[in-house]
């Protein structure tokens, strides 16, 4: 689910003072509408979205795209990052084999390498990285593209 986030954060980081609705980031960015909106729900859970309702509601960015990393949105989806159970803080106990695990060690030095990477890039980083109105003008169905109004002669 993070890699929607990644989309869909990406998309909203563009304007990022707009509020937008599940069905229209959904339409925009090709992430499935129910994946969009269990998303949302978990990222305004976690405090990278906010939601406003009503009829000028949506979702929109908490904090400033500078302020957002992907370790943010990773967090607030999937969980702590680590690339096992026993890496994670509040892990003792998880493993049987925890005693004398051998690759504890070097698992936990990629597991935080993995992380920091992750903290250093940000929402800002990655927005310009969208495919941009593209995508939203091409038919799914004939992959061609759609005409728009101006199209027409």
Do not use: H
């Amino acid at each position: 689910m993070a890699d929607y986030g990644v989309v869909a954060l990406s998309f909203m980081a563009r304007e990022p003072d707009a509020l937008f609705s599940a069905a229209s980031i959904a339409e925009r960015t090709g992430v499935p509408l129910p994946s969009a909106s269990k998303l949302l729900k978990l990222l305004v859970k976690s405090g990278v979205l906010v939601s406003r309702r009503g009829v000028a509601g949506g979702y929109g960015l908490a904090r400033s795209p500078e302020a957002i990393s992907v370790a943010d949105l990773v967090v607030a989806v999937d969980g702590p990052i680590a690339l096992a159970d026993c890496l994670q803080d509040d892990s003792s106990g998880v493993c049987d084999l925890e005693g004398f695990c051998a690759v504890r060690g070097p698992w936990q030095k990629v597991s935080d390498a993995i992380r920091v990477a992750l903290e250093e890039v940000t929402l800002a980083d990655i927005a310009g990285s969208f495919p941009g109105d593209d995508r939203a003008s091409w038919n799914k169905d004939t992959n061609a593209p759609v005409p728009s109004l101006n199209d027409q002669t």
